[in-house]
């Protein structure tokens, strides 16, 4: 999956920005050459204020993790928790290692390359501000390969632009035989609570 963005070489301009995560102030590193450099971006924002930490996770993904904002807020909040932050840039993976450091989480944070993550975990929850600009095949390609990894009764929760395709996603997830309910809008975007319609074992 290294072909959906370009990893940007790092010329060391690093920044450092704070952002509040469910009541906590955080210091963060970032850097030109990652998403959203300037600071927590809205999309972003907006699904973390509509979902809270989950309660007793185990393992939790954040796909496309950027500089760590999510990944980082979930193990600190959810103790028993490793995440997994994944993202095709080098350099927004470096950023993440060094801000789970910062808030004391980097025992439980893993950044890693998509094709670096065991194939066989499974997830409790799947966060995601998703690349919608990388294209509809991409974007679909991207999560039929992560969303199948949700344990049984897991969920994904995601947030799109109501104009990138909010809601023709949403039509199109249902076709691939999950149950996609939106569970809150604002600021133009929508965030999607998308669980597998697959029978839970006994």
């Not at 290294?2 to 990893?7: A, L, R």
């Not at 963060?28 to 809270?52: I, K």
């Not at 080098?90 to 025992?107: F, H, K, P, S, W």
């Not at 995601?158 to 076709?175: H, P």
């Amino acid at each position: 999956m290294s072909h959906y963005f370009h990893t940007p070489t790092d010329d060391g301009k690093r920044r450092r920005i704070k952002a509040r995560i469910w009541d906590v102030d955080y210091e963060f590193e970032t850097a030109p050459g990652v998403f959203s450099a300037d600071g927590l971006d809205l999309a972003t924002g907006v699904l973390l204020r509509e979902n809270w930490p989950p309660e007793n996770a185990t393992r939790l993904l954040d796909l496309g993790c950027g500089w760590g904002p999510i990944a980082v807020a979930l193990a600190a909040e959810c103790p028993d928790a490793v995440v997994d932050a994944v993202d095709t840039n080098e350099l927004a993976l470096q950023l993440t290692a060094a801000n789970a450091r910062t808030a004391g989480v980097e025992d439980r944070v893993r950044p890693a390359l998509p094709d670096d993550v065991d194939p066989d975990l499974e997830y409790d929850e799947i966060w995601s501000n998703p690349p919608i600009r990388i294209g509809k095949e991409a974007l679909h390609e991207l999560l039929l390969t992560w969303l199948p990894r949700l344990k049984e009764g897991g969920v994904a929760r995601l947030v799109v632009g109501r104009n990138l395709g909010a809601d023709s996603l949403q039509k199109w997830l249902i076709t691939q035989g999950y149950s996609c309910e939106r569970m809150g809008s604002a600021k133009g975007f929508r965030v999607f609570e998308v669980r597998s319609t697959k029978p839970i074992s006994a």
